[in-house]
């Protein structure tokens, strides 16, 4: 919402510098976004005139100029505009100056030789339109000497506020100057809008044909005609304010109507009478009816819209921008003036479709004063006889102003209850009345009637927010919040939160880099991962790569690496800790941590180095990261059990799956399944895992927080190593389990200290190393009680897994 | 040979014994068993006590003279031979190594500022809510009076999935302040709670992206007003920018889901394009808040009579850029390394209060 100061001046009456009012408007919530001042970017740029304009010595196209800026003092100036010449009045900018035009401070220079002490202006210079043409050449009755903004009338300052939705009263100037007055800022002008007593009725009928559901649609319709009015440019003064807000002046009955918009926020409508054929009928549009509108565009209409038409056809899109053919030129000497209320929804649904961006569906599907409409009627109709001549006839009503009804209950203590403060009745009394709300009652509690601009006030915070925002949040003084009065027992995060950021401290400390990507992926990329389903498609997408909702963080650390890669960087290991989607409902969603290393970006370091270069990314080495997240997290890994194989996009014979039992898997890690990177068309060595977090054990909840009692055994423990060789798909971990199985409480660990193939080895075979460690609790074992437990555990391993002692 | 001339022999020996090998030789030759000294006290047997008392310690000396020779002459050569290893064992400690992992590795500035303000929002007691990414039009609009046909509930402003066999249409959040509904109706005030997570709109450009993330605080209990929420929102402030007095511009606004709303300004200063809070004349816009909405207490089936409180929202992407000087929001998501390296913190630097937000 634009508006310049002298025209808010028409409304209020104030001492108030500009920057006192600023200051206001952004305090009660009209914020101030920028304020233009021509006359002060302009100051220093003064009428002059050219005494003698004489061919430069050294150059064609420059003009050595003498000027007067006023005190009678010749100024040398440099110039190269065709039109410069003795006589003229144009603009001049001593040394010192900026010129927004070309973005540069003026000094004294000399050019080709000659010095030059300021310069000769033209419009596009001052920053003022664009005419690269020549200098300015004023009349001959421009003042010299004097500032030029001011001579030309820029020196009305132009405000914009960024209007917030609720406040439709002030996409009025009217409006905004009755906000400022409740300030104390100024005193509002009420003119008395006496109603204009037309002469005969108004000839044109109309309808509002709408089913009795549809009434809504249109409450009101008013119409009056002028006739006998000549329609020619609207007066200066007009013309320069619309001007100075960004309008463009079209003539007098149009002006008339875009003024009436922002002085009152009452947007209207004029049709020339003769060009209108019978009554005006406001209805549905036709499904397939369209429109010339005043922009000079085409719109095709659905029965969503609501549109006035005549025997003619659709004239107008109601509330939003009138049509072409129906519209007031030079010729034009009958006028109808349309004011109206429509249904603000509807106005903002028909204008979104049709794109249509328009003062008046800005004001409408804000929802103007419904109050106003017909003393708005009369203002337009008064302005047009005063402007353009010709008399009125009397207004014809279809509908009716609604009633208003809406007292709210409202106890003075509501102010202090919600915003804190304490404020004098006295004061909250004044502040609402000048806001234009009716009180009644007295005491404690009172009922208001909010005034028929302010639909958006419904209750009792409605009318806090009014007394505190014109009395500045600035007045209310911070108050602590009431701190508990025990420390906090419970920690403030659950095991999940804890859990997910612990998992990013983890894998960071593993050399990790942590990424945040996109929730949502390309829909190949999805189902690659076992998503991509209807459920999890966005129905607007941004864009083709950003259509389904992630099922993994896989996918979109893989492009990441890719992305990074591209850019010379192919040793990469990156990791996320974010959510993924399995459905629509909020058991669907679940929080995963995943990491991936590309190319030979391992724990220990990437690429060459004179200590030895680093090998490609493997499983092993996702898996080091999945199971040092879990040790971190502080998993109770007992029953963790990792099974070969994983899902579809892992390598089938590199990849293994992380489980508490088969019901409950909770991660996967392993080597990146060759056809997933040819169908995403990724290059490289990778290695991933992902654990869901959600899926994980709790820790144990114990009612002490004190760890088992340590025991330490006197006795030495003793070793033993064993080398089995078994079928080269047995599983080091079905031997290692045997093995331990053979004698539970003896053994306290084991260790596969060598794996080979190879010589010695028949086909198909593998030898496996391991290192068992005998604990003996009470006293030291006999050899013959470690040859009896060496037997066992090649007993047990052998009838478990088929292995044979190695020879 | 006389006992004098054998000593000067053997320590001469010694002396000039150049191995451990010679030396032990030269040990089994005076000492050993067949040795010449020990072959001298062998003798001691079958004397009188009288010679015995004479001879005896002169050969016992010689003995021990012999002995401490050859000690002293092994330590010699033990320390010559270490000191000839050691000037042998040369590395070049100016090698570079490889840069350790808990050095290389880094947390996202997101997940750093999360947990910053996490930090300073629980010794204020607040706890931590999360909420669903997919929500209903319910939870994300009506339960937070959105009236119907508000421009929000377009298409160009939010994200929907496909409307299922019913013709129900999800969406994607668009802030978090859904979790306020559900944090309402899964308990009773006193409520304290911060609400951080991942928010999603149909915009993108420099400072917009489809995704990003968004932080809300809600106070619900019998008394909590503006004044406190100013009080709040101050002390976050200057604990989360790390000054010691910041100010603060409240200017009354607008959201369905508070009355009163305010949107608050900090000040700041940008001397030499670099931000500073604390200084300057400059106003930078940092978060929304207010009262609950009545209708929005409703929602969450509270009853705006009994129970009263505050909310306020802000972006983690908009104050870990304000913070960490970050220019352009997209590159948050695009996971560059050579940005994450550069924006990111090392995972032993977890912000606390008692030991600091940063480093």
């Not at chain 1, 709408?210 to 013309?239: I, Y």
């Not at chain 1, 209950?409 to 806001?435: C, H, N, Q, Y």
């Not at chain 1, 950021?501 to 076992?530: C, H, N």
Request: aromatic share 6%; hydrophobic share 40%; charged share 25%.
């Amino acid at each position: 919402m634009k508006f310049t100061l002298s025209w808010l001046k028409d409304h209020l009456e104030t001492e108030a510098s500009l920057d006192a009012i600023a200051e206001t408007l952004t305090r009660i919530g009209l914020e101030v976004e920028g304020i233009e001042d021509k006359a002060a970017a302009l100051r220093p740029y003064v009428i002059a005139r050219v005494i003698s304009a004489e061919q430069h010595p050294n150059a064609d196209r420059l003009r050595v100029c003498q000027v007067d800026a006023g005190d009678g003092q010749p100024l040398q100036v440099v110039c190269g505009a065709p039109n410069a010449r003795a006589g003229m009045l144009s603009v001049f900018a001593p040394p010192g100056t900026y010129v927004p035009g070309k973005a540069i401070t003026l000094s004294v220079g000399t050019i080709r030789g000659v010095e030059s002490r300021g310069m000769l202006c033209s419009g596009a210079e001052l920053g003022l339109g664009d005419d690269h043409d020549g200098i300015l050449d004023l009349p001959a009755e421009a003042p010299v000497g004097t500032a030029y903004a001011v001579w030309a009338g820029l020196d009305d300052p132009v405000i914009e506020i960024n209007l917030t939705p609720n406040r439709a009263d002030c996409a009025s100037i009217h409006g905004i100057a009755r906000d400022l007055a409740a300030t104390g800022i100024g005193t509002l002008k009420r003119e008395p809008l006496p109603p204009v007593r037309g002469e005969g009725a108004c000839p044109t009928p109309v309808t509002l044909a709408f089913d009795e559901h549809d009434k809504g649609l249109c409450p009101l319709f008013a119409l009056r005609l002028v006739r006998g009015v000549t329609n020619g440019p609207s007066p200066e003064w007009m013309q320069k304010r619309l001007r100075a807000i960004g309008l463009r002046p079209i003539n007098a009955l149009v002006d008339i109507t875009n003024y009436l918009t922002f002085d009152r926020g009452r947007p209207l409508h004029v049709f020339d009478a003769r060009k209108v054929a019978g009554g005006l009928t406001v209805r549905r549009a036709e499904e397939g009816e369209s429109l010339v509108a005043l922009d000079g565009k085409t719109y095709r209409l659905d029965s969503d819209a609501v549109v006035i038409a005549d025997d003619n056809g659709v004239e107008s899109i109601a509330g939003i921008m009138g049509g072409q053919a129906s519209g007031c030129d030079e010729t034009t000497t009958d006028v109808l003036i349309e004011s109206a209320l429509w249904d603000p929804r509807a106005i903002a649904r028909t204008g979104r479709r049709l794109g249509i961006v328009s003062d008046a569906r800005y004001r409408f599907e804000r929802g103007v004063d419904p109050a106003f409409a017909l003393p708005g009627l009369d203002l337009a109709t008064r302005l047009v006889v005063d402007l353009c001549g010709g008399s009125p006839s009397q207004a014809t009503l279809a509908g009716e102003v609604p009633e208003l009804s809406h007292v709210i209950d409202f106890p003075w203590t509501e102010v202090r209850r919600l915003a804190g403060i304490e404020l004098s009745r006295a004061e909250m009394k004044v502040t609402l009345e000048s806001l234009g709300f009716h009180i009644s009652g007295s005491g404690d509690r009172v009922k208001v009637l909010p005034p028929s601009w302010r639909a958006d006030v419904e209750g009792k915070a409605d009318l806090v927010e009014e007394i505190v925002r014109i009395a500045g949040l600035d007045r209310i003084e911070p108050k602590p919040l009431p701190r508990a009065e025990t420390v906090a027992v419970e920690p403030m995060l659950t095991v999940l939160q804890r859990r997910g950021r612990l998992a990013k401290r983890a894998l960071a400390s593993r050399g990790m880099l942590e990424a945040v990507t996109y929730s949502f992926i390309a829909q190949a990329d999805a189902k690659l991962f076992g998503g991509g389903t209807s459920d999890l498609a966005l129905a607007n997408p941004i864009a083709a790569d950003f259509s389904d909702m992630r099922p993994s963080l896989v996918p979109g650390l893989l492009r990441a690496a890719q992305a990074n890669a591209d850019r010379g960087f192919p040793d990469t290991a990156l990791f996320e800790v974010g959510q993924c989607f399995a459905s629509d409902e909020p058991e669907g969603q679940s929080l995963r941590a995943t990491g991936l290393r590309r190319g030979t970006a391992r724990h220990g370091g990437a690429g060459r180095h004179w200590s030895g270069a680093a090998e490609a990314v493997d499983a092993f080495e996702a898996k080091a990261d999945a199971l040092a997240l879990l040790a971190a997290l502080g998993v109770p890994t007992g029953g963790l059990q990792i099974v070969a194989g994983g899902p579809d996009w892992l390598h089938p014979g590199r990849s293994g799956t992380l489980q508490f039992g088969p019901k409950n898997v909770v991660g996967h890690f392993g080597e990146l399944h060759p056809r997933l990177l040819k169908a995403m068309d990724l290059k490289g060595t990778l290695a991933a895992f992902e654990i869901t977090l959600d899926s994980l054990p709790l820790p144990r909840h114990r009612p002490t927080k004190a760890k088992p009692a340590l025991v330490l055994p006197d006795l030495q423990a003793i070793s033993r190593d064993f080398a089995f060789v078994v079928p080269r798909d047995v599983p080091a971990a079905d031997i290692l389990k045997a093995a331990q199985g053979a004698e539970r409480k003896l053994i306290t660990g084991i260790e596969v200290f060598d794996l080979y193939e190879g010589t010695g080895i028949p086909e198909g075979a593998k030898s496996v190393a391991i290192a068992v460690r005998l604990q003996p609790a009470e006293r030291t074992l006999t050899d013959a009680e470690i040859e009896a437990v060496s037997a066992k555990i090649v007993a047990e391993v052998s009838k478990k897994t088929g292995a044979t002692l190695r020879a | 040979m006389d006992l004098d001339a054998l000593e000067r022999d053997l320590l001469g020996q010694i002396e000039r014994a150049g191995d451990e090998a010679s030396l032990e030789a030269l040990r089994v030759a005076a000492l050993g068993k067949k040795g010449s000294v020990s072959e001298l006290l062998k003798t001691l047997g079958a004397m009188t006590p009288d010679e015995r008392r004479e001879r005896g310690p002169l050969i016992n000396g010689l003995r021990d003279r012999v002995q401490g020779a050859i000690l002293a002459k092994r330590e010699a050569l033990t320390e010559a031979a270490l000191d000839a290893r050691l000037s042998a064992e040369r590395i070049d400690v100016t090698l570079p190594l490889r840069e350790a992992p808990e050095v290389r590795g880094r947390i996202h500035p997101i997940s750093q500022v999360i947990e910053e303000i996490t930090a300073i929002f629980a010794d204020l007691g607040f706890s931590v809510a999360e909420g669903p990414d997919i929500e209903t039009d319910e939870l994300n609009f009506t339960a937070l009076n959105f009236p119907e046909g508000h421009p929000a509930r377009e298409m160009h402003d939010t994200f929907f999935l496909r409307p299922d066999h019913l013709g129900r249409r999800k969406l994607l959040r668009t802030h978090t302040s859904p979790v306020q509904v559900r944090t309402m109706r899964a308990g009773q005030p006193p409520i304290r709670v911060i609400m951080p997570g991942r928010t999603y709109r149909h915009d993108s450009d420099q400072t917009h992206t489809p995704m990003f993330h968004q932080v809300e605080g809600l106070v619900i209990d019998r008394s909590a007003n503006i004044a406190n929420l100013k009080w709040v929102l101050e002390s976050f402030c200057r604990a989360f920018f790390e000054v010691e007095a910041v100010t603060m511009r409240f200017r009354p606004s607008f959201f369905p889901f508070t009355e009163p709303s305010a949107e608050v300004d900090i000040q700041c200063s940008r001397k030499g394009g670099e931000l500073r809070f604390g200084e300057g004349k400059d106003w930078l816009e940092i978060l929304g808040c207010g009262m609950v909405h009545p209708n929005v207490l409703r929602s969450g089936g509270l009853d705006p009579d009994q129970v009263q409180g505050f909310a306020f929202g802000m972006g983690i992407d908009r104050l870990a850029m304000l913070k960490y000087g970050m220019p352009d929001l997209r590159p948050f998501f695009e996971a560059d390394v050579r940005w994450l390296e550069h924006y990111g913190f090392r995972p032993i630097d977890v912000p606390s209060l008692v030991g600091g937000l940063t480093a």
